[in-house]
């Protein structure tokens, strides 16, 4: 006898045959199952002949089965003599235009036109055209003559400004007449034309024992990267601590790439190569600063925009489209991280105290700033490049306006050259800024070495060589020809009153 459970199954199995029979459509019913003979069970049922399921392609098409949603753009296929669906109340979704004002038949018949047929294009509000600002280009993009916060300054823009920093070529000024300043010109030729071998001659031993290793897994230095013998300024013991730190920067600066550190890391490696050249024997003493919380002070020695006449400053207002996060306009004041500058004979230092005593205030500096570095030359700028869209040419440029304004405003000569650098990762770059007539020209970039390579290690040691030689040579002369006899002239006006 069957189960109970066996019952139900077949009560089941008989009402859903009964619902197949009633909506399917026999004429187009397959033979199979025709003919197949009922079956009684315990309770006295008979299942019926029942035709194959039917196909979902048919059964979608039933027209008594459950409505659907009827759509304004593709109404469903329906039968002719059947009611069409009910119409929802209001304006048909994605509909703009308003009921017209009138009765409720006109309101009824118009709801009803537009449910069943999309709208028409004369119907259809059409919107109009985006009328574009004459002063931007694109969304983010300004033109020269429009108000703009400091925050989205660029090169084009500074070339606007007073003074102005032009970006050219040696090549473009020589072509256009300009006179070029000799101490610019013999700067560049020493940074630009320097020897193929740096590595000095007296670490060649030394660099062979390195790679004579079980695994030989270094390649030496071709002949040609060595210098010559006795040709390198330093002692024994200063290449070889030299040589130590050429290996450390390396060390670091390979696991700062594959790590893809924080530009911060990149500036204590770019820092340990600093210290080691601020110690090198030459005639004066050089110092290293870090002036990356020294903002330009007075504001007056900043470039002057064009649109209000006034010095870049903080106080222009900033739109999400000027800054990204992380990068605040206030950076413009503080323009350049590191400094090279000279340390003043305690003569001459005593005599530029006394001069200062003789000033306003905000003059008691000799250079662009108020800070703790005012007795302090500079001679050489650096920055390292952030992540953020800070461009670091526009900051060396406003450092450099900076420092030309403050000269002017002392009557110093602007014929001395102020050189830059750029350090963006593994690279270094070298900027030269020289005053030409009004304006401050800048050129570069230029290959300043890299921290990729023992080679490219060295290059950046040459040129710091060189930079530092010419900063306690020619530079130092500069100070005494203007910034010594400045003092003496401020001393000697005021005994004579």
Excluded at 8 to 16: A, N
Aim: proline fraction near 8%.
């Amino acid at each position: 006898m069957p189960s109970p459970v066996s019952k139900d199954l077949y009560y089941r199995v008989y009402s859903w045959a009964q619902e197949v029979n009633k909506h399917a459509d026999h004429t187009k019913a397959p033979a199979l199952l025709t003919n197949r003979p009922g079956r009684v069970i315990s309770n006295g049922m008979r299942l019926r002949d029942r035709p194959a399921r039917k196909t979902l392609a048919d059964i979608s098409i039933n027209p008594h089965c459950r409505k659907r949603k009827v759509g304004i753009d593709i109404p469903d296929k329906v039968d002719s003599n059947t009611e069409p669906a009910k119409k929802r109340k209001g304006r048909p979704p994605g509909s703009k235009n308003k009921i017209p004002a009138g009765n409720a038949d006109e309101s009824s018949s118009y709801n009803e036109e537009r449910t069943f047929s999309p709208p028409s294009a004369s119907s259809a509000k059409t919107p109009s055209p985006r009328k574009s600002s004459p002063t931007k280009s694109k969304r983010g993009d300004k033109t020269l003559d429009q108000p703009r916060s400091d925050a989205t300054i660029d090169m084009p823009f500074l070339g606007t400004c007073d003074p102005a920093v032009i970006r050219t070529g040696f090549g473009k000024l020589k072509a256009a007449g300009k006179v070029i300043p000799e101490a610019s010109l013999k700067l560049r030729q020493k940074l630009l034309y320097i020897p193929k071998a740096l590595v000095p001659g007296e670490l060649k031993a030394q660099y062979d024992k390195d790679i004579d290793t079980p695994r030989k897994s270094k390649d030496p230095l071709p002949d040609s990267e060595y210098q010559d013998l006795d040709e390198t300024p330093f002692t024994k013991y200063e290449l070889e601590r030299l040589k130590h730190m050429v290996g450390e920067v390396l060390r670091k600066a390979s696991t700062a790439a594959e790590i893809r550190a924080h530009e911060r890391q990149w500036g204590s490696i770019m820092t340990q190569i600093l210290q080691e050249a601020e110690g090198w024997p030459v005639e004066r003493n050089v110092v290293l600063f870090n002036v990356e919380t020294c903002s330009i002070q007075p504001v007056d020695f900043k470039p002057v925009r064009p649109d209000t006449r006034r010095p870049l400053d903080n106080s222009a207002p900033t739109t999400s489209a000027d800054t990204t996060k992380g990068d605040a306009p206030d950076n413009l004041g503080r323009m350049v991280d590191w400094v090279l500058a000279l340390a003043l004979s305690d003569q001459d230092g005593d005599l530029v105290r006394r001069a200062f005593s003789r000033c306003l205030d905000n003059e008691h500096s000799l250079n662009q700033t108020l800070s703790y570095i005012t007795h302090y030359p500079i001679f050489t700028d650096i920055e390292v490049k952030t992540s953020s869209n800070r461009d670091p040419e526009v900051q060396l440029s406003i450092w450099a306006a900076a420092a030309v304004s403050k000269r002017r405003h002392h009557g110093w000569n602007t014929g001395i050259p102020m050189p830059g650098i750029v350090v963006d990762g593994h690279m270094w770059k070298w900027y030269l800024f020289f005053v030409v007539g009004a304006d401050v020209m800048m050129t570069g970039p230029e290959y300043f070495g890299d921290t990729s390579t023992t080679q490219g290690i060295w290059t950046i040691l040459y040129r710091l060589h060189i930079l530092i030689e010419w900063g306690t040579t020619v530079f130092a002369q500069w100070v005494h020809d203007e910034i010594i006899a400045w003092a003496n002239g401020k001393l000697s006006c005021q005994d004579d009153v």
